[in-house]
């Protein structure tokens, strides 16, 4: 019966029901009609929508076997293949693996080559690669980009100096990349080229201060992406979109406290995945994440102890590859009574050490968390200094008159800036204003304070009292890795990069005129800083073989470099003659790896 229809029936009978009786709130009751309607469906909508939205939530992580020392991966975009490079013994060799017949076939035979950027085709029929011959002359560090068919042939030379990988549009026609300090040296260029390298053209370009660590092309080919180093207020990265066709640049992320460097859209353009670092492990592991488009907010979708490096991801979103790292790094001593340091002894274990450095009372200074901490050159913890709660404190130095110096963060800025204080660590002073100013190193009299500022960046120099900072050399836009001072306090030699001959160079520049004395070819299988030898008669620097680094001495007269330690295995990271320069400091150890998969466990 109509009556009991309108009873029983739904909400909205009932309402049309009170309708016919009250004609005059026929507007009113359409309109909860309406809005009842609207709730109902942006509730179906949201169901649906924020389930699509919010992928990765439960993982499943895969360690593919046979990929160990695997250095760079990259997924074709059907899920099926994985295009990897394997580093055995200092060469390097590209594979191609079938992930259901866990099959592997060589593409590219080991070579004296470093690879860089790695990437399918769109139709997953070619594989792109760039690498850099590693001869026994000048190195380059020029990457060339090439492609090869993934069922092999010889490779085809493209681009020359790529800088990233290539990103290419939806209908893989074109591909974007950047390439740094050429022309312009200290400025970066975003390039677009044709899928065969023809017609570069130059769409945006930027300061090397914030250059563009990655790129991809978003999948409705309207915009480019990139993650820069922009530190500004609580954020230290952002990510920017660039328009593929007018230049015009924008911000759309800045996740506070984090440091940004690979990124890679998900198909259906609503998120883009990272390798990111935050603030919580003092930027020193790389984690992977999502972060959302356009709203540009950060989630983590790992949060282990692991290491993350470069990553790609399927045509249908729902499996990452990436590499995965776990980096061993201890302290080792030696007395220096034998002539190749072969008595060196490993006197820390566990923690990752990044940096070691020798106090005056012939201690040694370390990194750990947040803090510095000094032990004996036996391992013994002496105690821990310089270690605040709204700061980071890193990259320690002893000085002469017992002052130690380090950089400092400041978590709520996010500033980095030179730093002193007494050798307890009490007295704190800082002698820096910038924004990112590091790797500090005192004078042999102990006065003057050296360091790098890395926005402009500049090697620099102040007083151990603070005061107006001064560059100590005009004569380089770019540095290339570190520098040392002379005992006799006179010179100073730099890892500089000689733009005109594009490669790497080691320069002597006096620090009375900032005038440079001398150049030098660097090893081209140089690693790490360079450092004058106790005797201040020559250069010292680690040079890889066969992935094992030994620090080898190249004299300031001329002659021939000869190798100074004999180690048979593991890399240096770290090292540093004590005061009197009988006895030698190293950070050792490695970085192995292997691909794996992350997987979207949606059901879990």
């Known amino acids: 019966m109509p009556v009991a229809r309108a009873e029983h029936g739904s909400s909205g009978s009932a309402l049309v029901a009170a ?89 590219i035979p080991p070579e004296h080559v470093q690879y860089s950027a790695l990437r399918f085709s769109p139709d997953g029929s070619h594989i792109y690669f760039s690498h850099t011959q590693l001869v026994s002359g000048p190195a380059s560090q020029e990457y060339d980009l090439y492609r090869i068919p993934v069922l092999g042939g010889t490779p085809q030379l493209l681009v020359k100096d790529i800088d990233t990988n290539p990103s290419f549009s939806s209908d893989g026609r074109r591909f974007a990349f950047i390439r740094a300090n050429d022309p312009d040296p200290g400025k970066y260029h975003l390039l677009i080229a044709n899928a065969d390298g023809s017609n570069e053209k130059s769409i945006f370009a930027g300061p090397m201060a914030n250059v563009v660590s990655d790129s991809a092309w978003s999948p409705d080919g309207k915009a480019i992406v990139g993650t820069i180093f922009d530190q500004a207020e609580d954020s230290i990265s952002a990510v920017i979109s660039i328009d593929p066709y007018t230049g015009a640049q924008r911000k759309i992320s800045r996740p506070p406290y984090t440091v940004l460097t690979s990124v890679s859209w998900l198909p259906d353009g609503r998120a883009l995945a990272v390798i990111f670092s935050s603030m919580e492990t003092n930027f020193s592991r790389q984690q992977v994440g999502l972060i959302s488009y356009p709203d540009g907010k950060l989630r983590p979708i790992t949060a282990d102890t692991n290491d993350y490096a470069n990553l790609s991801v399927s045509a249908d979103g729902a499996t990452i590859a990436t590499v995965m790292r776990q980096s061993v790094r201890d302290v080792y001593v030696s007395s220096g009574l034998k002539a190749d340091y072969s008595d060196a002894r490993q006197v820390s274990s566990g923690d990752v050490v990044p940096v070691v450095a020798w106090a005056r009372d012939n201690n040694l200074l370390t990194e750990q968390g947040s803090s510095i901490r000094e032990i004996s050159p036996n391992g013994e913890l002496k105690g821990e200094i310089a270690s605040e709660k709204e700061s980071a404190a890193m990259q320690p130095n002893g000085c002469s008159d017992g002052h130690l110096v380090f950089a400092r963060r400041m978590l709520k800025t996010l500033s980095v800036n030179i730093w002193r204080s007494e050798a307890d660590g009490t007295g704190l002073h800082r002698l820096t204003e910038g924004k990112r100013e590091m790797f500090p190193m005192c004078s042999p009299d102990g006065k003057t304070v050296f360091y790098m500022d890395m926005t402009v960046p500049a090697y620099m120099k102040v007083s151990i009292d603070g005061g107006q900072p001064e560059r100590v050399t005009k004569d380089f836009a770019e540095f290339n890795a570190g520098f040392d001072v002379a005992r006799d306090g006179k010179t100073v030699v730099l890892g500089t990069y000689d733009f005109k001959a594009q490669r790497p160079t080691i320069s002597l520049v006096s620090l009375d005129s900032g005038q440079v004395l001398r150049m030098f070819e660097y090893d081209p299988r140089h690693q790490g800083q360079p450092r004058f030898s106790p005797d201040g008669k020559g250069i010292v620097y680690p040079v890889r073989e066969k992935g094992v680094d030994n620090l080898w001495l190249q004299p300031l007269d001329g002659g021939p470099g000869r190798q100074l330690t004999n180690f048979g295995s593991l890399k240096i990271y770290s090292y540093q003659w004590s005061p009197d320069g009988k006895s030698l400091a190293l950070v050792r150890g490695d970085s192995p790896s292997d691909l794996v998969l992350i997987q979207n466990s949606p059901g879990k």
Do not use: C
């Not at 009842?36 to 919010?54: C, D, P, V």
């Open 19 to 107: 309708a016919r009786q009250h004609k005059a709130g026929l507007g009113v009751v359409v309109a909860v009609v309406l809005l009842l309607i609207a709730a109902a469906a942006f509730g179906i909508y949201s169901l649906f929508f924020f389930a699509r939205s919010q992928p990765f939530q439960s993982i499943k992580i895969t360690k593919i076997s046979g990929t160990h020392n695997a250095r760079i991966g990259a997924m074709s975009p059907d899920g099926n293949y994985l295009a990897y490079v394997l580093n055995t013994e200092g060469n390097e060799s590209l594979w191609l693996r079938h992930l259901a017949s866990e099959s592997n076939v060589q593409i």
